[in-house]
């Protein structure tokens, strides 16, 4: 009975650590994930505030915002690139 214990706890405290790990990284990644997003959001209201005066204005939404805190300024200088040719 004892030995079935141990090998109880050892196989309990064997999951925790593994489920750890998985949350540690998906929490990881999330916190990445909104900074990046937040990153984008300044990016774009930054260029939407100096582009503004020039008529150039980019619509912030979730598409957008995720595009330009992925790629920084890259993607927000593509956003600016297709508002100018497809609007």
Request: proline residues 2%; positive net charge; glycine residues 12%.
């Amino acid at each position: 009975m004892e030995l079935k214990l141990i090998f109880l706890i050892c196989l309990g405290l064997l999951g925790l650590f593994l489920m750890g790990g998985v949350l540690y990284r998906f929490f990881k990644l999330s916190l990445k994930l909104v900074l990046c997003i937040l990153v984008g959001g300044i990016l774009l209201l930054l260029f939407n505030t100096i582009l503004g005066q020039l008529g150039l204005k980019i619509a912030v939404n979730p598409v957008t915002l995720l595009t330009a805190g992925l790629l920084q300024v890259p993607g927000v200088l593509l956003l600016i690139l297709l508002h100018y040719f497809f609007v």
